[in-house]
């Protein structure tokens, strides 16, 4: 595999994982405006 499809797919994989792991996890709210801010970008 090259490498920028490896990255692609593993970025969508901790994206996935952080999507359902997340809301399990108390998370600061600097952690969150971040998120929040990315979530807005797609």
């Known amino acids: ?12 994989g901790l994206g996935v994982a952080a999507y359902f792991l997340l809301p399990l996890t108390p998370v ?9 801010r990315a979530g807005r970008l797609f």
């Not at 595999?1 to 969508?12: D, N």
């Not at 600061?28 to 929040?36: E, H, L, R, S, T």
């Open 28 to 36: 600061p709210d600097y952690i969150n405006a971040v998120i929040d």
């Open 1 to 12: 595999m090259k490498k920028p499809v490896l990255l692609v797919f593993t970025l969508i």
